[in-house]
């Protein structure tokens, strides 16, 4: 049986951060593959700034394609929409059996996972590893779940918000992205202040 992490964002866009995070699942615990779930919108979130789905897509196949453990998913495009976590890993549960699928979300998400629809129900279908966002992740009442573990991993403080401000600023990003996505978001003139 495969264990697979699943780590789900709107990716707008993907940046280093998402990877070192994946690959620090991959060198630090038992997992073997992380899929990358593109959402197509957070319920929880602003969509002002998002970028088509099709090119967020685009842009995370690019960060991913030189990782043979990187699998990008696009099964949320396909899902009703407003997309719910908890929805998307009924169906992947049921659609490959032969895998253990493991939850892997940041310590943020834990402020607000009472939110989230049918939270009680995760840490119930899968395990949950969260990665700390924040010195004080340690503090949710959340990790006193038997299913939801605090990971060591590495506290980055790289948001794609602060990239999409970077660009629309004119000022470079580089570094914070992959030299592919930063290629192709520059050629299309992603997130670049309007006129």
């Not at 976590?85 to 310590?107: A, D, Q, Y």
């Not at 403080?157 to 970077?166: A, D, M, Q, T, V």
Request: aromatic share 8%; net charge negative; proline share 8%.
């Amino acid at each position: 049986m495969t264990y697979t992490g699943l780590l789900f964002g709107s990716f707008n866009p993907v940046h280093t951060g998402h990877l070192i995070i994946a690959n620090h699942f991959l060198a630090h615990t038992d997992i073997e593959e992380i899929w990358f779930i593109l959402s197509p919108q957070n319920p929880l979130k602003s969509s002002s700034e998002m970028l088509p789905d099709r090119e967020r897509l685009k842009l995370l196949e690019l960060a991913a394609e030189d990782n043979p453990d990187f699998h990008v998913s696009d099964v949320e495009l396909r899902m009703p929409r407003p997309s719910y976590t908890v929805s998307t890993i009924e169906h992947l549960l049921k659609r490959h059996p032969e895998r253990r699928f493991v939850l892997l979300i940041g310590s943020d998400n834990l402020d607000v996972f009472d939110q989230w629809k049918d939270h009680e129900r995760l840490p119930e279908l899968l395990p949950v590893f969260v990665y700390p966002r924040s010195p004080d992740a340690a503090s949710s009442a959340f990790l006193r779940h038997p299913n939801i573990t605090l990971k060591d991993a590495p506290l980055l403080e790289i948001s794609s918000s602060n990239i999409r401000r970077l660009i629309r600023e004119g000022k470079s990003p580089r570094y914070l992205l992959p030299d592919k996505v930063l290629e192709r978001i520059r050629e299309r003139g992603c997130y670049e202040k309007k006129e």
